[in-house]
């Protein structure tokens, strides 16, 4: 049975994915900071019949990362599709005069440094394989920075530049690498389809080869 990783599972998004890929035949491992609300999750979609599991996990700390990934692994079987998107703290939405190297660090191990830990975590499997996806899903900063958005206008381009390298250092390997970009909050976005409509689109990135980064909606639309 494949299974899908989800970096950031939370009741909206994610667990909208867990469920689009959980009707394809996925097993699901939830990685989050907090087990009390990885297991509401997990309760909620078991009872539709779907195969999950939730492992607690701070991006920013890479021993404790690498280490859910491994157990959901092991529990659940080798990670077919990887989905980076944990929610950015509002500290890291500051104004650029207020950005401080401290905040700078985190803000790129949130980001990037999570990305390339969990990447090298998973990669040999699916490079062994010859297959596997990963998907970063990113805010608009990914694309164009915003002076009140200092931290993710620094972290994002950073994790957009690994990941846009990998798509194309593993292009011929059958392993996809794919971005997302959500220019705001998607009830705020008023999609036709909603978060389902944004899991389905998901869903394509993993199923089809295409290029690295995709717009949800375009940039000026976004409402951030």
Do not use: C
């Amino acid at each position: 049975m494949p299974v899908i990783a989800i970096i950031g599972a939370g009741p909206g998004l994610g667990a909208a994915v867990a469920r689009r890929f959980g009707r394809e035949g996925f097993s699901v491992a939830l990685i989050s900071r907090n087990q009390t609300k990885l297991d509401s999750m997990a309760a909620d979609l078991s009872t539709a019949g779907i195969t999950v599991s939730g492992y607690t996990a701070d991006v920013r700390v890479p021993a404790a990362l690498e280490d859910a990934l491994v157990r959901a692994a092991a529990e659940l079987g080798p990670i077919t599709a990887l989905q980076y998107s944990p929610l950015p703290s509002r500290d890291y939405l500051k104004p650029v005069l207020e950005m401080t190297p401290e905040l700078a660090v985190e803000a790129l191990q949130f980001s990037a440094l999570g990305l390339i830990h969990a990447v090298r975590t998973v990669l040999p499997a699916m490079r062994q394989a010859g297959s596997g996806s990963i998907i970063m899903i990113n805010g608009g900063t990914s694309v164009k920075a915003r002076a009140d958005f200092a931290g993710t206008s620094v972290a994002f381009p950073a994790e957009s530049a690994y990941g846009e390298m990998l798509h194309d250092a593993l292009e011929g390997e059958g392993v996809r690498v794919s971005q997302l970009v959500i220019p705001g909050g998607i009830p705020q976005l008023q999609l036709v389809n909603g978060i389902d409509g944004v899991a389905d689109r998901i869903w394509d990135l993993h199923a089809v080869a295409g290029p690295f980064r995709t717009m949800l909606i375009p940039l000026e639309e976004g409402r951030e």
